[in-house]
């Protein structure tokens, strides 16, 4: 940890995401004694609070949402790291006090992390705003006789609209910024199942000889989320499933499952196979995608009553490289879904003869393991099983759950997680300029495809509360494939596509006929 003094400016701290992740998130480093000891967290925003008001601001969201961990000691200790600081985003000459505020910080030679938690539409502004100022370079402020201060900058979600703007985005950033300066967040990337990942593929020997179209047959991501748009319907109407989910969050996990071993354990080696892995992905044919929209989403506060903005997603996708030639990879997401479950599962080929008598299919199930990102964290594998004093054999499934196997007693946030390492300078869990372009020129052919394509799959509605729209499982029966469910203990058992809500779509026993 450094005791060079370090500031965080957060930009647009009076909004959602610092109140509901990035002040406690700093609490909770703070309380670790993971931040630097000379720290300052300055608010900036547009509204006229004093330093006061951002206090009481922070102490609310803490009681709010990191109230677990909340101590009148430590924070009366945190409260002194927190001031304000006024802005007008797209204003530059309101960005001499901020630059102002910040030197008189221990005379600027404080290292720099700025966070933009703002409207993307002013994130170019701002960039060129802290340029014109100076405010990105390394060597400005620091002691002759000390490392140069560094400065960072903190990049939300959503980077870009599409490829074009994303570039254009990038092309702001690096006329400012030198990319190792930046950190493009996806906070998936730091869920500690997401992170996992490389864990169980590189530090254990048992998968990677079988991580390959010779034992797996395919490979499906799903991200479902039980709540629908809520307040944000203003936003995601204009976004929709694929530009808020599939391409970041699910190209994400794509990215991890697919890559080649890195070389290191490093942000460049491991950007770089990720990034190998987008770059190999096969344009998607329209034929292989399905959108949908839950009933009762064009009703919804700020949708548009004719909107064409999809809530739901499912794709096949192809990776053509060595490693993954024609297996595909079938990625879906949803809002009003009726569970909340993030998870990967990989489902693995049949052995080749049949020997045993089985229960209820006629063949064996497929192995599959499963990651399961959240909730219950943790990985699940699935393996045919004899059952006792029965010579017939049952899928059966081999369970770590995180809760039972590591002592912490709550997984920590993902911001917490990036947060630290942005300070840290390690951008492992952060998105590289090509990523994120890369992400881009895999989704941007379907979104214009559903727009402009009149061949293209027709918008399909769904029942909240099912797991889509029927076409999601039509998508898949195509090459008898079916999707499967792990980690799911309350409402619907293992391996099992029945819709949480029957009878609305063909379910559970044909889909496991066809597996
Ligand atoms: C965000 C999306 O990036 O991720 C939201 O904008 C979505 O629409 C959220 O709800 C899901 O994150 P998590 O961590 O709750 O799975």
Same mark, same amino acid.
């Given at each position: ?18 109140? &509901? *992740? ?13 931040? /630097? ?32 961990? +909340? ?27 901020? @630059? ?11 290292? &720099? ?10 994130? !170019? ?6 340029? !014109? ?10 002691? !002759? ?6 400065? @960072? ?30 950190? @493009? ?15 169980? @593929? ?6 990677? /000889? ?24 203003? +936003? +995601? ?36 196979? #990720? ?7 096969? /344009? ?12 009762? +989403? ?33 990625? &879906? ?15 693995? #080929? ?38 006792? =004093?029965?010579?017939?054999? *049952? ?9 039972? !196997?590591?002592?912490a007693d709550n997984l920590p946030d993902a911001y ?48 909240a509360g099912s797991w889509g729209p029927a076409a ?26 029945? /819709?949480?809500?029957?009878? =609305? ?11």
């Amino acid at each position: 940890m450094t005791d060079k003094p370090t500031v965080i400016a957060i930009f647009g701290v009076t909004g959602d995401l610092a109140r &509901r *992740k990035l002040i406690p998130s700093l609490y909770s480093n703070f309380i670790k004694g993971r931040l /630097p000891q000379r720290l300052h967290i300055v608010g900036v925003g547009r509204r006229d609070w004093t330093d006061e008001t951002l206090i009481n601001h922070a102490r609310q969201s803490l009681r709010n949402y990191a109230a677990a961990i +909340y101590d009148e000691r430590a924070w009366e200790l945190f409260r002194q790291t927190l001031s304000y600081s006024k802005v007008n985003l797209p204003q530059p000459e309101t960005y001499k006090t901020l @630059r102002d505020d910040l030197n008189a910080l221990d005379g600027g030679c404080c290292n &720099r992390l700025y966070y933009l938690s703002i409207a993307p539409e002013f994130y !170019a502004d701002v960039i060129r705003n802290l340029g !014109a100022l100076d405010m990105a370079r390394e060597d400005a402020g620091g002691r !002759a006789d000390a490392a140069p201060p560094w400065r @960072r900058i903190v990049i939300e979600k959503p980077f870009g609209y599409d490829l074009t703007t994303a570039q254009s985005l990038n092309r702001v950033v690096h006329s400012v910024f030198k990319e190792s300066q930046v950190y @493009r967040i996806d906070h998936y990337l730091g869920k500690e199942t997401a992170q996992n990942i490389l864990f169980m @593929r590189f530090a254990n020997t048992i998968f990677e /000889p079988i991580w390959n179209r010779s034992h797996i047959s395919n490979v499906q991501v799903t991200v479902a989320e039980s709540v629908d748009v809520g307040t944000r319907a203003g +936003y +995601y109407d204009s976004s929709g499933v694929m530009r808020d989910m599939m391409q970041n969050h699910l190209l994400q996990l794509l990215s991890l499952i697919a890559m080649e071993p890195p070389s290191a354990f490093d942000a460049d080696a491991l950007r770089d196979e #990720k990034v190998k892995v987008l770059q190999a992905a096969r /344009p998607i044919k329209l034929a292989d995608t399905v959108r949908g929209q839950y009933d009762g +989403y064009r009703a919804a506060e700020g949708v548009a009553s004719d909107s064409a903005t999809p809530t739901f997603a499912a794709l096949k996708l192809y990776i053509d490289n060595w490693r993954w030639k024609d297996i595909p990879f079938y990625l &879906r997401s949803g809002k009003a879904i009726g569970q909340k479950t993030t998870q990967v599962n990989i489902q693995f #080929k049949r052995p080749p003869n049949s020997i045993f008598e089985l229960t209820e299919s006629g063949d064996y199930s497929r192995n599959m393991l499963s990651i399961c990102i959240q909730p219950d964290e943790g990985i699940h594998l699935t393996i045919e099983a004899k059952i006792p =004093d029965q010579p017939i054999a *049952k899928s059966v499934d081999m369970e770590l759950h995180y809760k039972n !196997a590591f002592t912490a007693d709550n997984l920590p946030d993902a911001y917490e997680r990036l947060i630290l390492d942005a300070i840290n300078g390690d951008a492992q869990l952060f998105i590289r300029s090509d990523e994120i372009e890369s992400a881009w020129t895999i989704v941007d052919p379907v979104i214009e495809g559903w727009q402009c394509d009149p061949g293209a799959p027709p918008m399909q509605t769904y029942a909240a509360g099912s797991w889509g729209p029927a076409a999601a499982d039509e998508l898949l029966e195509r090459e008898e494939h079916v999707w499967r469910v792990s980690c799911l203990h309350e409402k619907a058992s293992c391996n099992d596509s029945t /819709p949480l809500n029957p009878p =609305d779509r063909s379910g559970g026993s044909k889909a496991a006929q066809l597996e």
